[in-house]
């Protein structure tokens, strides 16, 4: 659900009108939490300061339980990051096939530490709770599409399709 | 019928709905059971793993297998076990698990000594960790002035956030992360905002939060002389455990008192206790502002008194055989006397006096239909903390303020003047807000209400189901106790007999008639008919500055003494530690202490102010006398005497009753265009609190809080006694008319809320 950091306006009436209908369509304003920071990191790349508090008080929780969810949820991001997410599984079944490889391998492509945007801006490399793929091990996602199993060299090729633009989810 | 399940073959008794945990801490078989996420006071989560018992089937389908006990409701006959290996390696290799991350740091932890952490790892036997990885490590956060964190001591229990978030309904602590990198505290660093944040001091069974406060002063809890006390800070009463060494206080803790606070305190109670150790506290006697002995303070004070022209002045904050031995001494010289500054005071007192047996807060947290009236966290935070229990339960909760206060926000919030809810009070017997409950309870501010209004709520409780009940608060220990003498008219006529100069000396006890007290105005007009104040007391105060003679007493952990709460609940507390001063040799001689071995360090700080009667009632060769007159008084209003270590005794309905025929002054009339004062206070505020360092950094700032929608920069309201200019505060959720300001400010002005008042705004530039 990642997409480049943009800076579309929270004041931003048709973005507003959007997370109110959302609001409006469930049981309960609280309920609405998890589809509403969908959207909002749609539109601003990832959950800011200012997100989080329009996020609370759009469903009437504290900014302390959009966080506890929003910390909870590895899908939810709180920083920038690159142009594409790669989101590498490290839990049990992935970890037993060789995650810790392709989690090494991938961030030293990136040439920055794992939640970092790399340097050219292309990439940001997160490790991941189970994704359901365990039979897929070791397993990955790119930003929307689910990828596995994945070796070194399937990696280095997504790797330079990442970085020269040409990857096309499938 | 006795219900029992067997643990290792052994009885346990239990009470239906008691898990097997409950019951066998409660049995005091803890020692068989490890648990760390289960708390008596917030229940079973099953999150920690620890607490496993074998329990065996009685068919032969289930084979044995291991449970956990916080999850196992008691049953009739059910057979347990810890004692058997694999129940002892599922214990020791949980706790493993649970300290994989736990850093090796008792010997600089806070918690050492006192942590649940420490005696279940040692109780189970885990003593070498198998695993050497790296461990997790957090950044720990700034959590203000009370609370100490210190995260990578977490087992996770989760015990924090479900006392902050679920019992206490704070907003602003929280748990974030998943999996093993899970954390707990606010969304930024900053103080916690709850009024009962120091709880999580207790109920965190590990080092992540500790007192702040008492780290400044440390010693291991082993050293520490701790006793039974009760929290001078409110009408509540809560039982508390101080802890001292080497003759100052260090810390405050809860003590369990099912009926009032339960396992918790308010961080006013918790924190507010630096008043003892504060350098303003006056610890020798002080005759025309130059240290004295007391011999010579006794001497002086004495003839002073045989003159027969002093006037006595008792206090609220002052237990009751203090004022009853005040009361005595007045009454051996036929001396004027009041418990209390003002008439409006008075009033008030005898109001909340004249009202039913109060719920006690056990009581309120049972309640479903519940009525605050007035901002109760800021005067009794306990109080609210057991109708946020009763919310919990589905209680439906009505707030009858003139702003939206934090319980307000938790229930139908009712903005409303002074006067308005005055008269909303007297309507309540037939408001939807009470009707259909099993049990209604309503609960006031009682300064917020004032005379009329408490009139006005005994009034409705009468037209109420008999099973109502209602209960008024101040922010006075003892105002209950006090109030016993505050029969009808007599401050009224202490100030006569200094008006009509009959009386020329007051001798005053824990008050502040020229300070922040209720009436002080009025005082300052008379000081001048003065010839001398003396004045008994533990903290610094105007009138203490401007008394002739200052006489100090101990504080409350250092004595003995009774408090009666706003049930008429009269609770014991006994000395826990001996204050240790700096006094001038010589000033030893004749004070009848005995002399203090090896030099200037005298083992006995000042004395309690009943030894200081004592004393004047001897040298006024009434001492006989005086004794009778305050154990007959004593044996008036309390027959048995409590124990420290119980749940107290109430005073009889029959004493209560001789004040439902009090004379009610009526509240001033307001028109809707004139402006309106209430009373603002916080939590943390109160007399002694209000010299903790610590917790009154944290107060609000002073000023006049109003509706928005003034556009004044300061202000001046205008009194009787005096006038006041302060900034203007704008409060988006103040109700338009009203101006609430502090007690100090009242004082000033000579004004009660609920009064009108006229303003000066200065427009802003
Ligand atoms: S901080 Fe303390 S109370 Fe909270 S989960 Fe960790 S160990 Fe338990
Ligand atoms: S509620 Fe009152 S008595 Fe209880 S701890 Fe707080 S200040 Fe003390
Ligand atoms: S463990 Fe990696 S997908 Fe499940
Ligand atoms: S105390 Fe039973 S699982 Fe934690």
Known sequence: ?170 | MKHVFFLDGQEIPFIPGQNVLEAAIAAGKDQQIPYFCFHPALGSLGACRQCAVKIYAHDSKHPPRITMACLLPASDALQLATLEDDVHTEHREIIELLMTNHPLDCPVCDEGGQCHLQDMTVQTGHSVRHYSGPKRTYRNQDLGPLVYQEMNRCITCYRCVRFYQDAAQGEDFGVFGSRNRVSFGRLEDGPLESPFSGNLVEVCPTGVFTDKVFRHDYVRVWDLQQGPSVCPHCAVGCNTTPGARLGTLRRIRNRIRPEINGHFLCDRGRYAFPYVTANSRPLQPRLMGETTRQDAVLRQLASRLEEGRSGFLGSPREDLQSNLGLFALADCLHAPFAAVTSSWAEALAQQCLALPQAPSLQEVAAADRIVVIGDLDSIAPMAGFAVRQALRQGAALTVLASSRTELAQKGDYRPLRPSALRDQVAQLADDPCLQGGRFPVLLATAETLGPSGLYALRKTLEKLPANARAGAFVNRPNLFGAAYFAADGHTERLQQALRQRKINHLLCLGADPLGEDWGAGTWRTLAPGLDGLTLLDMVDSETARSAETLIPVAAFPERAGLFVNYEGRIQAFSPVYRREAQVLHSAVHGSGFPEAAGGVKHPLGPPPPLFWLGRLAEMLHLHEAWQKRLDFYLHFLCPERPDPEGPGVLLPDTIRARFEIAAVPAARAVTPEQWELDIFRWYGGETLADMADELHSLAPARGLRVHPNVQAAAATLHGPCGELRLPVIACAEMVQGVIAIDQEGFAELGLYPGDPVEVSWEQRQ
Not at chain 1, 24 to 47: D, H, N
Not at chain 1, 66 to 72: A, N, P, Q
Not at chain 1, 109 to 128: A, M, Q
């Open chain 1, 1 to 170: 659900m990642s997409s480049p950091t943009s800076t579309v306006d929270l004041k931003d009436a048709s973005l507003l009108a959007r997370l109110q209908d959302l609001v409006a369509a469930s049981p309960v304003p609280e309920a609405a939490i998890s589809e509403v920071l969908q959207v909002l990191q749609k539109a601003r790349g990832y959950i800011d300061e200012e997100a989080l508090r329009l996020a609370a008080s759009l469903t009437g929780l504290s900014p302390v339980k959009v966080e506890e969810l929003c910390t909870f949820y590895s899908l939810v991001l709180r920083e920038p990051v690159g142009t594409h997410v790669l989101r590498i599984c490290d839990s049990i079944a992935c970890h037993m096939a060789g995650a810790q490889d392709i989690l090494t391998q991938a961030r030293q492509h990136s040439g920055v530490d794992l939640g970092e945007v790399s340097r050219s801006g292309k990439l940001t490399v997160i490790p991941h709770v189970c994704i359901g793929l365990c039979d897929r091990a070791p397993a990955l996602m790119v930003d929307d599409q689910a990828l596995g199993p994945v070796d070194t060299q399937t990696l280095t090729r997504l790797l330079a399709q990442l970085e020269a633009d040409i990857w096309k989810p499938s």
